[in-house]
């Protein structure tokens, strides 16, 4: 077992190589640009965004333990089930299943904690929010429940940007007659005993092989998040021992992190009684960084889709941006308003996170909410908050494997860093970037 190591920060670093070498950067945001080459965040570095992102990674990574073992328990075993009542019931054995970033027999051990689900959620499961323990069902009508349809979104995300975002070959491995071919025998073992659907797959079978990619998004974002879920832990653990003291030393952890996993095989094994079928098999050396880090920040962060009842889809109206690439509807720009209404992905994530927030972070809420109402709104702010700093370790981190350190003597090195991140920025100057309120501590 290999234990991973806490960055060393750099938050001390008084002034950038650039801003010695090269002169001022005249971009809109070059402010931000200037931190960024000092090793610094998009979020300002201060003590109250250090301590809302922290808590909102542990107020967020508890259901996220949920939904990771969730995603696996779907696109593992519901697979291509016509009618899925119950797939986010998820059995005992899902809920054991160990983390392979931690506990004792962690690959790579992240996060010092257990390695099966959460305590926290394992109460919650139990109980939910009434502190009764009644059948599981009546929880779930009840919505006294961990919301998966957060998580669908993305995974939808995900599959629907994915042919577009030009990250990795996982997405066009899906249309490749291997994939077919292995989907094919999975589907006639699944159906073996039901000739109803087999004989639907003869004369269908374009509509299973798109349930099938379907589901190896299910395992994708899956894999992704059982990454997250200790990463976000161990953070939380190091602040409350006041080891992580800034933004960027929580950048940098991020940073650390996605190097440490980059190699971690994204793949789909779907299980029929004993039998496994390998649709996508860990040998075709699909990475996380790759297949699911990067795609994921790109659909979820960036373009996403607009809510329903947020926008128009009809043609003529012109709401929506006619090419994909151009959407813009990503945590990083998202108005907290529309995100507050009822039954939009985003407000069932905070519905899920306000039940685990740590005692600060919701003495913070009492001290600035309007009533409790609001706090739900606050949650999705301070959530938009912590995503950019997770947005600016993965731009850390690329700059890190594509060019140079921050520190390099040659002003030509440093000229090509600076294009990176102007570059990375211009996707910000859409009015619906919310980097310019995130620089203020009014923004609630």
């Not at 109206?317 to 998202?334: I, M, R």
């Not at 609001?374 to 999705?380: F, G, H, T």
Request: net charge negative.
């Amino acid at each position: 077992m290999t234990t991973f190591m806490t960055p060393l920060s750099t938050s001390d670093r008084p002034a950038s190589m650039a801003a010695e070498k090269l002169p001022p950067s005249t971009h809109e945001f070059a402010h931000i640009i200037h931190r960024l080459e000092a090793g610094g965040a998009m979020l300002p570095d201060t003590p109250e965004n250090l301590m809302q992102i922290i808590g909102i990674y542990k107020a967020y990574a508890v259901p996220m333990d949920f939904y990771w073992r969730d995603l696996l328990y779907i696109g593992e075993r519901v697979f291509l089930q016509p009618l899925p009542f119950f797939k986010y019931f998820i059995p005992k054995e899902y809920m054991d299943l160990p983390n392979h970033y931690a506990g004792d027999t962690a690959d790579l051990r992240i996060w010092r904690g257990g390695a099966s689900a959460h305590p926290e959620l394992v109460e919650f499961m139990e109980k939910g929010e009434l502190k009764r323990k009644l059948p599981r069902l009546l929880h779930h009508w009840y919505h006294d429940r961990i919301n998966m349809e957060f998580a669908e979104e993305c995974m939808r995300a995900m599959l629907w940007h994915g042919r577009d975002m030009g990250y990795g070959k996982f997405d066009a491995f899906l249309d490749t007659d291997e994939y077919k071919q292995n989907c094919d025998r999975a589907i006639r073992a699944y159906f073996k005993r039901n000739p109803v659907m087999l004989g639907m797959y003869k004369l269908f079978p374009d509509m299973f092989y798109e349930q099938c990619r379907q589901s190896s998004y299910y395992a994708n974002l899956g894999l992704f998040w059982e990454v997250m879920a200790p990463v976000f832990f161990e953070m939380s653990d190091l602040y409350d021992e006041g080891k992580l003291t800034s933004v960027p030393e929580a950048m940098n952890f991020l940073v650390n992190g996605i190097f440490a996993i980059a190699g971690r095989p994204i793949y789909h094994h779907v299980y029929v009684g004993d039998e496994c079928f390998e649709l996508i098999p860990k040998s075709k050396g699909f990475t996380w960084l790759y297949e699911a880090a990067l795609p994921y920040v790109e659909a979820v962060f960036y373009r996403t889709a607009p809510f329903r009842g947020t926008k128009s889809y009809n043609a003529q109206a012109k709401q929506v941006p006619e090419d994909q690439k151009d959407f813009h509807y990503g945590v990083l720009y998202a108005d907290k308003f529309p995100v507050g209404t009822a039954g939009i992905p985003p407000t069932l994530l905070a519905q899920d996170m306000l039940r685990f927030l740590p005692p600060y972070l919701e003495e913070y809420y009492q001290q600035y909410c309007r009533g409790e109402d609001d706090m739900l709104v606050q949650l999705a702010v301070t959530f938009q908050r912590s995503m950019y700093c997770v947005t600016s370790a993965v731009i850390q981190a690329l700059r890190t494997a594509l060019l140079y350190p921050l520190d390099d003597p040659n002003p030509q090195h440093l000229l090509a860093n600076r294009q990176f991140f102007e570059s990375q920025l211009d996707r910000f100057k859409r009015t619906e970037s919310r980097i310019r309120e995130i620089q203020s501590q009014d923004y609630r």
